[in-house]
C-alpha cells in the first residue's frame, strides 16, 4: 500500500484527493498540509478522510509511513517542498508549472537522480483520449514531416482572478497565462512535435490592471529544419476555445481531431487525397480509449511506476522542457530579440533571482485576498 501526504489543500488539491480515492486497492491518504491548517481540516471532512493535519510540511519529512508526496502548493513554493522530500525518501508529484525557475528544476532533478525516487510533474490533459490517439498519430509518420503547428491555448479569466494574494506576481506566481494556463498545451506541444531551436515572441497585459505580469502571449518557434510553430497563450479569449492543429507536407491532422490530406494535380492546386485520410482516420479510430483520464490517469501512472508496473510518463526532465520554452518566450519578450534553445545557466532568465530582476511589470499588484469564498473551478474540464 502506496501511502500518500498532500501538501497544499487549494482547489486542484481535490482532483488528487479524487484520483487517490479512486485507487484505494493501491494507496492511502495519511496526511494533509497547508498553512491555512483550517482549510486541510476542511478538506479532510469535506472527504472523509482519517489523516494527520499540519500547517507545516517539514512535520511530515520524518515521518516513515508516507511514500509518496502531492505538492499542490504555489508555484514558487514547488522547489523547496520537493526537493526536502526527496531528500527525505519520498516520491513526489508536483502540480505544473515544475518550479519558478529552470535552476529550480536542475536541482530538483539531481534530488530525485541522488535519492532515487521518482519526481513527476502533473501535466494532465496529456493523460486524455483525445491527446493519446493524436500523439500515437503522428508517430506513424503518416502525415509526412510537420511543416507548421498552431497551438491555441485560449482562456478567459475575469479581474478578481489575479485579487488572490499569490496570483499576478512575478514573485509569488512567477510569471502570468503562459506559465499557468499555456502550460498544458505547451507541454503537450513539445512532447508530441519535440524542442526548437529558437523562440521569437511579444507578450501583453489588455485586461487585467491588477496583475505584473502578462495576459496574453504569442510566440514563434522555430526548428532547425525550417519548420515553424505558432503558440498563443490567453486568459482573454471568451469561450476557451482550444486547438493544436499539426500541419504535416501530406496532411493536417488535429485536437480537436481532425484530417485533411491534400495532394497536388498537375498545376500545383490541391485535390482531396482520400486515400490517406481515409487510412489516418482508420488508424485513429483503431486507437484504444484511456481507462483513466486526466488527474486520474497521471496518478494511476505514478502509481504504477512507483510499483514497478509501468515507466513514468511525465518526469522531472519533461516537466523541465515545458519550463524552458515558457523561460524562452519571457526572454524573447523581456529583451525584445530571438532567444536560442537550449537555455543554460549564462540566461539571464535562469534563475528565479534573474526572472525578478529583468521581468517586466505590466502594472504593480494594489490588492489581494488571502481566498475567495467561492473556489469553485469552472473551466478546463473541471466546471462543479
Not at 534530488?111 to 483520449?129: D, E, G, P, W
Not at 509526412?144 to 509569488?172: A, C, F, M, N
Not at 503558440?231 to 504535416?248: A, M, P, R, Y
Request: with cysteine.
Amino acid at each position: 500500500m502506496i501511502n500518500v501526504a498532500i501538501i497544499g489543500t487549494g482547489a486542484i488539491s481535490d482532483a488528487h484527493i479524487h484520483a487517490y480515492l479512486k485507487f484505494q486497492n493501491r494507496c492511502n491518504i495519511v496526511a494533509l498540509c497547508d498553512f491555512y491548517v483550517e482549510k486541510a481540516k476542511e478538506k479532510a471532512i469535506k472527504h472523509q478522510l482519517k489523516v494527520d493535519i499540519s500547517k507545516d510540511y517539514q512535520d511530515f519529512l520524518t515521518n516513515e509511513n508516507i511514500d509518496l508526496v502531492s505538492i499542490c502548493t504555489p508555484p514558487y513554493t514547488h522547489a523547496d517542498i520537493a526537493i526536502d522530500f526527496l531528500n527525505a525518501g519520498k516520491h513526489v508529484l508536483v502540480e505544473k508549472p515544475m518550479a519558478s525557475s529552470l535552476k529550480e528544476c536542475d536541482a530538483m532533478n539531481r534530488a530525485a537522480a541522488q535519492n532515487h525516487k521518482i519526481l513527476s510533474v502533473v501535466a494532465q490533459n496529456r493523460f486524455t483520449t483525445p491527446m493519446m490517439k493524436l500523439k500515437q498519430i503522428l508517430d506513424t509518420k503518416l502525415m509526412g514531416p510537420i511543416v507548421h503547428t498552431q497551438v491555441d491555448s485560449h482562456w478567459w479569466r475575469g479581474h478578481s482572478y489575479y485579487d488572490l494574494w499569490w496570483r499576478g506576481t512575478w514573485e509569488k506566481e512567477g510569471g502570468g497565462c503562459t506559465l499557468n494556463h499555456a502550460v498544458h498545451h505547451i507541454d503537450i506541444f513539445q512532447w508530441m512535435n519535440g524542442m526548437p531551436g529558437e523562440i521569437t515572441a511579444v507578450t501583453s497585459n489588455t485586461s487585467h490592471d491588477n496583475a505584473e505580469v502578462e495576459d496574453m502571449s504569442i510566440a514563434i518557434a522555430k526548428y532547425e529544419d525550417g519548420s515553424l510553430a505558432q503558440i498563443t497563450s490567453s486568459v482573454v479569449h471568451h469561450g476557451e476555445e482550444q486547438q493544436l492543429i499539426f500541419q504535416g507536407k501530406n496532411a493536417r491532422v488535429s485536437a480537436p481531431w481532425k484530417v485533411v490530406a491534400s495532394k497536388s494535380r498537375e498545376n500545383g492546386f490541391p485535390e482531396d487525397d482520400n486515400d490517406l485520410n481515409e487510412q489516418i482516420q482508420r488508424s485513429y479510430d483503431q486507437l484504444s480509449d484511456l481507462a483513466f483520464e486526466g488527474h486520474l490517469g497521471q496518478i494511476d501512472n505514478i502509481l504504477s511506476a512507483i510499483l514497478g508496473e509501468a515507466e513514468v510518463l511525465i518526469d522531472g526532465k519533461q516537466g523541465r522542457n515545458t519550463l524552458e520554452l515558457i523561460t524562452a518566450i519571457y526572454e524573447s519578450a523581456q529583451l525584445g530579440k530571438t532567444v536560442k534553445l537550449p537555455l543554460n545557466e549564462e540566461s539571464l532568465f535562469y534563475t528565479r533571482e534573474g526572472i525578478l530582476q529583468n521581468a517586466h511589470h505590466f502594472y504593480e499588484k494594489k490588492k489581494a485576498v488571502e481566498n475567495f469564498t467561492d473556489n469553485r473551478i469552472t473551466s478546463g474540464g473541471n466546471k462543479e
